[in-house]
């Protein structure tokens, strides 16, 4: 009896003998259009069965050589992706900012990091998360968490990224890994940033204040989604995030995150906790007004 597999090998053969055989002009069309046909797939079976919307935490770390997580954040950032909407929101919260911490009080945001790590390595994002999430109402288990040696590698592994200076920008005190401070000078206009010098302008702040800074380091991240939108770019950016990024994210969470991030390209929905959504208290901090944070919150992101 003759085995279905030496039946089946000639008539395979044959299938590519024809194909093969086919003018030199199709065979070119097939192998232009294939890439457009999976991804018009691809995204046909995302706006039909969209992914979960998600919220993720992303912090970045003040952290030098040989410091690990052990450090106060820099930078504190909730990324909202709605997939079913194709949409997804950068929510900052600048450093300063007192919030109610489990346990602990009232806190600086900035210090909830370290207070988790000093008590257990490795549960800074947890805490960190489950302030935001009390006093902000939103849900939260996702984060990607980084320090400046990580971030700098991620920038670098996307080619770097390209950023809209809106204004000239002049730090004669920026801070150097030494404790030294040099002098830094950004032209307004358009720009290629690799990853060092888009450390700088993320965390400069001597010619302006928190808010501002807070709003580049939205440019930024808004700069290095629209680089990994691009999937040639993602076994460099994931090779950086095994080695030198902590994150609980899932391959789920990416790829919720890649349609939005393609169709709106660098163009989000973006808040920073400036003066205009601040209130004080009786012991002189600057605490978010909840209140009128709410809406725009509720329309864009996860709710507990």
Not at 47 to 61: D, E, H, Q, W
Not at 210 to 236: E, G
Not at 269 to 296: F, M
Request: charged share 20%.
């Amino acid at each position: 009896m003759t085995s279905p597999t030496a039946d089946t090998l000639p008539r395979r053969q044959t299938y590519a003998q024809r194909f093969l055989r086919q003018p030199r002009r199709w065979l070119l069309l097939w192998i232009l259009l294939t890439p457009f046909f999976c991804c018009g797939m691809s995204l046909l079976v995302y706006l039909v069965f969209p992914p979960s919307a998600v919220n993720i935490v992303v912090l970045g770390t003040d952290g030098r050589a040989n410091e690990g997580f052990l450090s106060r954040t820099d930078s504190i950032m909730v990324v909202g992706v709605k997939p079913s909407q194709l949409r997804l929101s950068l929510f900052s919260i600048p450093r300063d900012i007192f919030i109610e911490v489990p346990d602990y009080g009232s806190q600086r945001i900035n210090t909830i990091n370290m207070l988790g790590e000093q008590k257990q390595a490795g549960t800074g994002p947890e805490l960190v998360m489950k302030s935001i999430s009390q006093d902000f109402g939103l849900q939260l288990n996702r984060y990607i968490r980084l320090d400046f040696k990580g971030f700098v590698q991620l920038v670098d592994s996307v080619g770097g990224i390209t950023v809209d200076v809106e204004h000239t920008i002049i730090d004669d005190q920026y801070p150097t890994e030494d404790g030294g401070v040099q002098y830094v000078k950004f032209e307004m206009g358009v720009q290629q940033m690799d990853g060092e010098r888009a450390l700088i302008y993320a965390r400069t702040r001597h010619a302006d204040d928190d808010y501002h800074r807070a709003a580049r380091q939205q440019q930024v991240i808004s700069a290095l989604l629209a680089k990994l939108v691009n999937p040639l770019r993602w076994p460099a950016a994931l090779a950086v995030l095994r080695s030198s990024v902590d994150t609980n994210l899932t391959l789920l969470d990416m790829y919720a995150m890649v349609v939005p991030a393609l169709v709106n390209r660098g163009r989000y929905e973006t808040l920073v906790v400036d003066r205009d959504y601040i209130k004080g208290t009786g012991e002189g901090h600057a605490v978010p007004d909840y209140e009128k944070l709410q809406p725009w919150l509720k329309d864009r992101f996860v709710q507990k």
